[in-house]
């Protein structure tokens, strides 16, 4: 049978991997944060201490190994969750998932998990670039503020304190990059169903996208 996907973009701090999260669990479908790849990948560039600028320095990409067990991401066999999160990773992801190469040999493996299992995957470029035919497309966004305040209380929960005025510029920041870059810049696909999530709580997000499965597939559940 053919593998389902749904894909959801997003901007920083939009909720995209919480609710992917949620509603991976819902259906039984396996989460994907490619976020959390440009993330990982990032934080491997600056522990070898390569010059993030050259996309060339990112030649361990081919040896780089990822894996997902139990939602979370190990890079080369060592759990990286926390360490990705950090400022610093933060601050460079966006010049490193610029690079070509580096979205070229990412993208092949999101599209090969996307054909060995049922997948809702997150990201900037999933709807359109990385899975142009998935079955569900949706593009989550909020106002700047509200996404800062998401990212201060994701922030604390991991122990990382940045003031607020501080995450509301990085986020402005990053977002205009990824949104002007050359290479599959954050954007909506087309046929994306576009959600306004400032007003909303996690649950109620969860609850649309469920809606919407259950509307065009009463199957799926
Ligand atoms: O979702 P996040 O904030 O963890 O993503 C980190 C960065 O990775 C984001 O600033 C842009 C990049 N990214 C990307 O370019 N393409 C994706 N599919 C996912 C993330």
């Not at 493996?109 to 949706?138: E, S, T």
């Not at 990824?178 to 109620?204: C, F, G, Q, W, Y």
């Given at each position: 049978?053919?593998?389902?996907?749904i894909?959801?973009?997003?901007?920083?701090?939009?909720?995209?991997?919480?609710?992917?999260?949620?509603?991976?669990?819902?259906?039984?479908?396996?989460?994907?944060?490619?976020g959390?790849?440009?993330?990982?990948?990032?934080?491997?560039?600056?522990?070898?201490?390569?010059?993030?600028?050259?996309?060339?320095?990112?030649?361990?990409?081919?040896?780089?190994?990822?894996?997902?067990?139990?939602?979370?991401?190990?890079?080369?066999?060592?759990?990286?969750?926390?360490?990705?999160?950090?400022?610093?990773?933060?601050?460079?992801?966006?010049?490193?998932?610029?690079?070509?190469?580096?979205?070229?040999?990412?993208v092949?493996?999101?599209?090969?998990?996307?054909?060995?299992?049922?997948?809702?995957?997150?990201?900037?470029?999933?709807?359109?670039?990385?899975?142009?035919?998935?079955?569900?497309?949706?593009?989550?966004?909020?106002?700047?503020?509200?996404?800062?305040?998401?990212?201060?209380?994701?922030?604390?929960?991991?122990?990382?304190?940045?003031?607020?005025?501080?995450?509301?510029?990085?986020?402005?920041?990053?977002?205009?990059?990824?949104?002007?870059?050359?290479?599959?810049?954050?954007?909506?696909?087309?046929?994306?169903?576009?959600?306004?999530?400032?007003?909303?709580?996690?649950?109620?997000?969860?609850?649309?996208?469920?809606?919407?499965?259950?509307?065009?597939?009463?199957?799926?559940?």
């Amino acid at each position: 049978m053919p593998k389902r996907q749904i894909a959801i973009d997003g901007p920083a701090g939009a909720g995209k991997s919480t609710i992917a999260k949620l509603v991976s669990d819902l259906l039984d479908y396996t989460h994907i944060d490619t976020g959390a790849m440009y993330r990982a990948i990032t934080l491997k560039a600056m522990r070898l201490n390569v010059d993030l600028d050259d996309e060339d320095a990112f030649d361990f990409l081919d040896q780089t190994k990822f894996d997902y067990k139990n939602g979370v991401l190990f890079m080369d066999g060592k759990d990286v969750s926390k360490d990705i999160r950090s400022r610093e990773v933060s601050n460079n992801v966006s010049l490193v998932s610029s690079h070509a190469l580096v979205r070229r040999v990412l993208v092949e493996r999101q599209q090969k998990l996307a054909r060995d299992h049922d997948v809702v995957m997150d990201g900037r470029d999933i709807g359109y670039n990385v899975l142009p035919k998935a079955n569900y497309k949706f593009f989550l966004t909020a106002d700047v503020t509200t996404r800062a305040k998401r990212r201060f209380l994701e922030n604390a929960k991991n122990g990382i304190h940045i003031p607020l005025d501080d995450l509301k510029q990085e986020i402005i920041t990053r977002d205009d990059f990824d949104s002007n870059r050359k290479h599959s810049p954050l954007k909506a696909a087309e046929d994306a169903i576009v959600i306004d999530t400032s007003d909303m709580d996690i649950e109620d997000v969860v609850k649309t996208i469920e809606a919407k499965v259950r509307e065009e597939d009463t199957d799926e559940f």
